[in-house]
């Protein structure tokens, strides 16, 4: 369906009395992530309104919430979430670790431009005025979008790095804590999760734990999002909001509405290792209505990109590879591409929750890639830049395309390249 299908849809489904909430649900679940202000933007020029006050005035309620958060970009969602914490009498502290810690350096950049041009102010001014001491600290240096963002681990730094770590905390009276924030805040994802490896054979304890004896209060917590990957920072996040009597619906609208439909498949696919129950029997058990069927339609959706189905249209040369030495023979290139390919499987690979990938022919590289990407901080199209941009320029390959993810198991994910040599 293009976009102004789907705006059609729209403006017919809220056209006149009544709504059809079945179809509002169908088309906003199944956006991709870069078309919210697309299918907006259409609404707009084929029907002359603002799409935002139409879904205003036809629901109601967190089925409301949840449609008008699909509407907007992803950077919008965090910054209207940055901004309702700090509204009113107190701060929310834990929604500006969730949507600051998390966020990568190009959404951060977009948050600011958004959350000044619709609020008329300054992002780090206003979390400066909110907060204070090293929770400040921590979000203040991550707002400045500067983080290491490279998928390369540097193991020597990481062995520094957790002996400083250590010297600076349970090895002296005390905490120097401006060295846990400057470490913390501008590692990489992948540079923490290998400093935390390295603590551990050094120390005979996780960083997480050094962390929890060490500091206290939101300022913690901020290290610990900071230093555990996002599937399962924001599972653990889901585990809250499903906690006790009622449901924190203001925690888990953002958590489905503020990352795309992959992400969703890789939060659903952790909740169910971690709970041993599905992230869809949760939610409607916790949720009812239009509500429950939003939030489960966005699941059902994210699922169905996972499981995309690869079908070879024609023979391609193939650039993405994992294999053992000498298994394709006489291909220089293609083994130089596939050491590069595998340099990026590495910190996975070394967490033990990957495994080896396995080689299946000249067309697949095996692997956890939902595991992988939360691992590297990355995106699908982030990763897609990274190969085309890193990789095949080396190796001077033409027509160069993404293929697709093809999952093959419970546990592993074809990544698959096509291209010319």
């Not at 890789?266 to 949760?282: C, E, N, P, R, S």
């Not at 699922?303 to 220089?332: F, L, N």
């Amino acid at each position: 369906m293009s976009y102004r299908d789907a705006a059609d849809t729209l403006y017919k489904a809220m056209k006149g009395f009544g709504t059809d909430e079945k179809k509002v649900t169908q088309v906003l679940s199944s956006l991709p992530h870069d078309g919210r202000v697309a299918i907006a933007s259409e609404f707009e020029r084929l029907t002359g309104k603002n799409l935002q006050k139409e879904l205003e005035s036809e629901l109601s309620g967190r089925y409301r919430a949840v449609c008008k958060r699909l509407a907007k970009s992803i950077p919008e969602v965090k910054a209207d979430y940055l901004k309702d914490a700090m509204k009113g009498l107190g701060t929310k502290d834990h929604p500006l670790i969730d949507a600051v810690c998390h966020s990568t350096n190009y959404e951060i950049a977009q948050i600011n431009q958004i959350y000044a041009a619709k609020y008329g102010g300054d992002l780090r001014k206003d979390v400066k005025s909110e907060t204070s001491g090293n929770f400040q600290k921590v979000l203040l240096a991550i707002l400045e979008g500067r983080r290491d963002e490279s998928p390369y681990v540097n193991e020597q730094q990481a062995a520094i790095d957790a002996d400083v770590l250590y010297h600076a905390g349970e090895k002296k009276f005390g905490t120097d804590d401006s060295t846990f924030v400057s470490i913390i805040t501008t590692r990489s994802s992948a540079q923490l999760y290998a400093t935390n490896l390295a603590y551990q054979r050094l120390r005979g304890k996780s960083l997480h734990d050094a962390i929890k004896n060490e500091t206290s209060g939101d300022y913690c917590d901020a290290l610990l999002a900071l230093t555990t990957t996002r599937d399962r920072y924001f599972v653990d996040r889901l585990k809250e909001a499903f906690k006790g009597l009622g449901t924190n619906d203001d925690l888990l609208v953002y958590i489905m509405t503020a990352h795309d439909r992959q992400t969703l498949a890789w939060f659903a696919t952790t909740y169910a290792q971690v709970t041993g129950k599905t992230l869809i029997h949760d939610i409607e058990k916790e949720t009812s209505g239009d509500y429950e069927k939003v939030l489960v339609a966005l699941l059902k959706s994210s699922r169905r990109v996972t499981c995309i189905r690869y079908k070879r249209q024609k023979p391609v040369s193939v650039i993405g590879v994992h294999h053992r030495p000498g298994s394709i023979a006489g291909d220089a290139r293609a083994a130089k591409f596939s050491a590069n390919i595998n340099s990026l499987c590495l910190v996975a690979q070394r967490s033990r929750e990957l495994g080896s990938c396995r080689f299946r022919g000249p067309a697949v590289v095996m692997v956890k890639i939902s595991f992988l990407l939360q691992m590297l901080n990355l995106s699908e199209n982030q990763l897609y830049a990274e190969i085309c941009s890193k990789f095949t320029a080396d190796l001077k390959i033409s027509h160069v395309r993404f293929v697709s993810f093809l999952v093959v198991s419970s546990a592993h994910t074809c990544l698959l390249f096509g291209g010319s040599l």
